[in-house]
C-alpha cells in the first residue's frame, strides 16, 4: 500500500480484523486501513444510497474519492465531519428519524481498496475487495477536492467544476436516499399496506371507483 502513503501522503495501518464500522463486516487481521480523522473522514451509506449519489453529483469535482466496500459506499468528506453529522441530520430535520447512515472519523480505519488500475484485476479475484469508484487523484491536495462544512468559493475552473459540493447538500442527499431505501424495504415487507385489495377491505379505494 505505499502508493497511499508514498503518492497520496495517507497514513495507513494495520486492520485488527473486530467488525467494520457500519458495514457489518469483520476483515481478517493484518489488512490494510486507511486511517480517518487526519486528512479525510468517511461518510458510510448503504450501496444502493451510494450509487444514487454519484448519479445525484455527476459533476467532476463535486464528491470527493468514493469507494465501494462490499455493500457499503464510502464517500471522503473533510476530516472533522463525523463530529458534525448529528448536528447537520438535526439541522435538516432528519433528527430522531432511523438511517442506515454513519461516518468514520478520528481514531478509525477505512478498509484500504487495492490501486485504481488494480483494483479490476483484485476484485475478479476476491469480489468483497473493496475498490475505488472514483479515485483519489495523485498531485492533488485531498482536503481540497472534499464536501466540507464550509465551502471555499472562488476554486477550481470557470464553471465551478472543481468545487466540491458542501457537506450539508450531500448529508441532506445521503438521508434522503438513504430514508428512500427504508421506505422501499418496509413497502416490501408489508405487500399488502397499499395494495388495491387492502384499500377494499379498509374502505379506502381511490374516490374515483367509490363514487
Known amino acids: ?14 486492520m485488527s ?8 463486516t ?25 450509487y444514487a449519489l454519484l448519479g445525484r453529483f455527476p459533476r467532476p469535482g463535486a464528491l470527493g474519492p468514493v469507494a465501494l466496500d462490499g455493500r457499503r459506499v464510502r464517500l471522503l468528506v473533510a476530516a472533522g465531519s463525523a463530529e458534525e453529522l448529528a448536528g447537520l441530520l438535526e439541522w435538516l430535520d432528519w433528527g430522531g428519524i432511523p438511517l442506515d447512515l454513519s461516518a468514520l472519523g478520528s481514531g478509525r480505519l477505512m478498509r484500504a481498496p487495492a ?11 476476491d469480489r468483497s475487495a473493496p475498490v475505488w469508484l472514483r479515485p483519489p487523484r495523485p498531485g492533488v491536495d485531498v482536503e481540497a477536492t472534499l464536501p466540507a462544512l464550509h465551502v471555499a468559493g472562488g476554486a477550481g475552473g470557470a464553471d465551478g467544476s472543481g468545487v466540491p459540493i458542501g457537506l450539508p447538500a450531500l448529508v441532506a ?8 431505501i427504508a421506505l422501499r424495504a418496509r413497502a ?24
Open 1 to 14: 500500500m505505499g502508493w497511499y502513503e508514498d503518492e497520496l501522503g495517507w497514513p495507513v495501518a494495520e
Open 17 to 24: 480484523g473486530t467488525p467494520g464500522a457500519a458495514a457489518g
Open 26 to 50: 469483520r476483515p481478517a487481521a493484518g489488512v490494510p486501513g486507511l486511517v480517518t480523522g487526519v486528512r479525510f473522514d468517511v461518510l458510510d451509506v448503504p450501496a444502493e444510497a451510494g
Open 115 to 125: 490501486h485504481p488500475e488494480w483494483g479490476r484485476r483484485e476484485a475478479a479475484y
Open 173 to 180: 442527499a445521503a438521508a434522503t436516499a438513504c430514508h428512500r
Open 188 to 211: 416490501q415487507d408489508q405487500p399488502w399496506a397499499f395494495s388495491y385489495a387492502s384499500r377494499i377491505v379498509a374502505g379506502t379505494r381511490p374516490r374515483s371507483l367509490t363514487s
